[in-house]
């Protein structure tokens, strides 16, 4: 490359001797200008028309809207006992990156969390803004926490439920969750109304998190509605009690209990076992969350005799004393044999209920079509859920009619090759105690009680029925244990063998439904014992008496006056043999 020679300068290279044109520097200082123009005039449009955005941005930086919690609403029996209610707690908070704690004061705040000092300090060593250190601890314990002054830690406050009844409330209520929200149960059935809606208010933050100016509501919260149940809770705790207590006696796998006001359709307890501590849930189940009465079924057995017998008498088949040859316990259906537990002879059909013959109620189902005993099962609310709004309640197992062979139609006669729920047979057994209709069931305590429910059978069809439960727990019938001392009662046993692997095995369910008192009806007592293992297995022998115990204890509770004289009954329960219900 050449040198440039010397004495010529930059100023005089020969590329700088054209000149511009002279538009270009006015075109230059009009850009200049504009881009200047436009400044000035977004300046002022941001600062002067549009200061909300710049306000917006700014308050991004420390500004910040929370979420003010609202109170969820009590649940009470009907009463007014409070069952559930929540009370004031407080979280502990962190932002990781400001907890900058020392040794000391990890292992104080470790030891007041009651934690291990290395999941403490896992959780603070997170990349996240923020995270929960403990939910729901106690307003004492978090003011602890907040005397350490410890930085980067915080606390809101929030609710946490609490259950008076323990156990004995626990399938009613369900639970919430620690956020608050329904889990199971009438929390989650009721969900809607009882968590209300939270508001929110916004305030001034520091860099920390510490809320260091309140500046105005937003939105006032508005506290969840309060629940009133129609369970009454003396009842309740009489069902769990009786339970609790068989379950111990006979060994049992599971069990369930259902009182209904009659009068109203009301569900005055809902009893459960196993059970569980709702306040206390670290060691829970699968079997203990299960509301068996609920959603859980089992072949009814002759609990269903009745029906079968209501049928025969409205479609004027039979009276109360036609007599049935159920000689000589034993009838073959097609290439299958059924049978009674002890041969009778000829009986009226009475006398079939007291003695529950599967015989007899099977010649009385053949005699009508599949598709009329099919409309009056569907009728009495078997085989589709009854609607109550609980969660995960089942309709059992009734098939259509159509597919009914003879054998299986003279079976679900005495309640086999169908399923129920403990709920959905004591439903039905409203046709007995309200002279033929049924009305809805409620789990809500009802202001104004339906009058009239859906009619099932006649008026009369439904005493006479109600005469032959009486004859079932009087001398001579399968359970002589459900008497109550000065009240007449009446029911039915039920024995059911189960299905294991698609064939019956040596486990029973054993159960008894009873209305009390026949002369005018209050309540409708339905008791299921699942797989008794300690030598009986009979629904008079398991089932009755604790249907006695808490049909006793309810009538009184509720102020029932006693229709029969107490030493008959005394006498009756004394020294005689109970007859076994057939299978």
Not at 87 to 108: C, G, M
Not at 127 to 136: A, C, I, N, S, T
Not at 176 to 203: C, H, M, N, W, Y
Not at 386 to 399: A, D, I, Q, S, T
């Amino acid at each position: 490359m050449k040198k440039a020679k010397k004495g010529v300068t930059f100023n005089h290279n020969p590329l700088l001797r054209s000149e511009l044109p002279a538009w270009r520097p006015r075109f230059v200082l009009l850009c200049l200008l504009g881009g200047s123009v436009a400044l000035v005039g977004r300046a002022a449009y941001l600062q002067g028309v549009n200061e909300q955005f710049l306000q917006a941005k700014g308050e991004s930086r420390y500004a910040r809207v929370l979420e003010v919690p609202a109170t969820r609403g009590k649940i009470t029996d009907r009463q007014g006992d409070v069952l559930a209610v929540s009370s004031p707690v407080k979280s502990i908070w962190a932002i990781p990156e400001d907890a900058r704690l020392n040794p000391s004061q990890t292992r104080q705040l470790a030891a007041l969390l009651e934690m291990p000092v290395q999941d403490l300090n896992q959780k603070l060593g997170v990349e996240k803004d923020f995270v929960y250190l403990k939910r729901q601890v106690s307003p004492e314990l978090a003011d602890r926490i907040a005397a350490l002054k410890l930085p980067g830690v915080h606390d809101q406050r929030e609710y946490r439920r609490f259950y008076p009844g323990g156990e004995v409330m626990a399938h009613v209520l369900g639970f919430t969750g620690v956020d608050d929200k329904g889990q199971e149960g009438i929390e989650l059935a009721f969900e809607p109304s009882l968590a209300g809606k939270p508001g929110s208010r916004r305030v001034v933050k520091d860099r920390r998190g510490n809320v260091v100016e309140d500046v105005q509501s937003i939105r006032l919260p508005q506290d969840g509605r309060e629940v009133a149940l129609s369970i009454d809770n003396k009842i309740q705790y009489l069902a769990h009690a009786a339970l609790k207590q068989a379950m111990t006696d006979h060994k049992a796998k599971a069990g369930g209990v259902v009182v209904i006001d009659a009068k109203t359709g009301e569900i005055l307890a809902l009893a459960n076992a196993p059970t569980y501590n709702p306040n206390n849930r670290v060691k829970l189940t699968g079997d203990q969350l299960r509301n068996r009465a609920l959603t859980d079924t089992f072949e009814p057995g002759s609990t269903m005799k009745p029906f079968t017998a209501a049928l025969a008498l409205e479609k004027g088949k039979v009276t109360a004393n036609t007599i049935i040859n159920c000689a000589p316990g034993r009838m073959t259906i097609g290439s299958a044999t059924i049978s009674d537990a002890h041969p009778h002879g000829a009986l009226t059909v009475a006398q079939v209920i007291q003695k529950s013959s599967n015989i007899g109620a099977a010649k009385m189902a053949l005699s009508f079509p599949p598709e009329t005993m099919w409309k009056m099962f569907d009728d009495l609310g078997f085989g589709s859920p009854l609607k109550l709004g609980f969660p995960g309640e089942v309709g059992g197992r009734l098939r259509p009619a159509k597919s009914w062979r003879p054998i299986e139609q003279a079976t679900m006669s005495y309640g086999h090759g169908m399923s129920v729920s403990l709920m959905q047979i004591a439903n039905a057994y409203q046709v007995f105690a309200r002279d033929g209709d049924i009305v809805p069931l409620s789990l809500s305590r009802l202001d104004t009680p339906p009058v009239h429910g859906s009619r099932v059978f006649a008026p009369q069809t439904a005493r006479e029925v109600r005469q032959m439960l009486e004859m079932v727990v009087q001398p001579g019938g399968t359970a002589q244990q459900a008497n109550v001392p000065g009240y007449r009662v009446g029911g039915k046993t039920g024995t059911a063998m189960k299905l294991v692997g698609g064939r019956y095995a040596n486990r029973y369910v054993a159960s008894f439904v009873g209305i009390a008192p026949i002369s005018d009806p209050r309540l409708i007592v339905a008791v299921m014992i699942d797989e008794p293992t300690n030598g009986k297995h009979y629904g008079g022998d398991v089932a009755a008496p604790v249907f006695a115990q808490v049909t006793g204890g309810a009538l009184r509770t509720l102020g029932v006056a006693p229709d029969a004289p107490l030493k008959p009954l005394q006498v009756a329960r004394q020294g005689v043999t109970p007859v076994r219900e057939a299978m």
